[in-house]
């Protein structure tokens, strides 16, 4: 995941950025992975990042060559699976989320760590985890499968 310059950024407060596309998941990218099996990307944060802000924003939806119906993405870091985003579901077969932002656990009042102002990173060897998890609760489908679908994550993160 690339930092963003400043022209890429323009007014925004975002720092940086990665897209995820259905061809990431292609056997010649991601390996076989069978029915039901979850994805993660992982993406180093660096000691002495402070994140404050995580969204999403879903392209196009995923699909399947099969029948497929659910696919969500979450994203955590190695303390909170779903520290930054719930479960938002991104299957065209589904009611798709186009945005998300700051709505997981860390972003609440008194959730985890209570870091609704943004979580500070101390220690070297922390990620970011974005899962995406198929078939949840509908028909049984490999990642393979995906024909189309493309989601792009930003995250302000200062580093101190």
């Avoid at 039901?36 to 924003?57: L, M």
């Avoid at 995923?62 to 969500?72: C, K, M, N, R, Y």
């Avoid at 993405?73 to 989320?97: C, K, L, N, P, R």
Wanted: overall charge negative; some cysteine; proline content about 2%.
């Amino acid at each position: 995941m690339p930092q963003l310059t400043v022209n890429e950024a323009g007014s925004s407060t975002f720092t940086d950025a990665i897209t995820i596309d259905f061809t990431d998941f292609s056997v010649d990218n991601a390996g076989v992975l069978a029915d039901s099996a979850t994805k993660s990307f992982d993406y180093v944060i660096p000691q002495g990042a402070v994140v404050q802000k995580v969204a999403c924003k879903l392209n196009t939806a995923f699909d399947d060559s099969g029948a497929g119906s659910d696919l969500t993405i979450t994203i955590g870091d190695d303390d909170a699976a779903a520290g930054y985003i719930g479960a938002s579901q991104i299957h065209v077969d589904g009611t798709e989320v186009t945005y998300s932002y700051n709505d997981g656990s860390y972003f609440t009042a008194g959730g985890d760590a209570n870091t609704v102002n943004g979580k500070l990173y101390t220690a070297s060897g922390k990620e970011f985890k974005l899962l995406f998890t198929p078939d949840a609760t509908g028909t049984a489908y490999s990642l393979n499968e995906l024909t189309q679908g493309n989601i792009t994550v930003f995250i302000e993160m200062a580093r101190l």
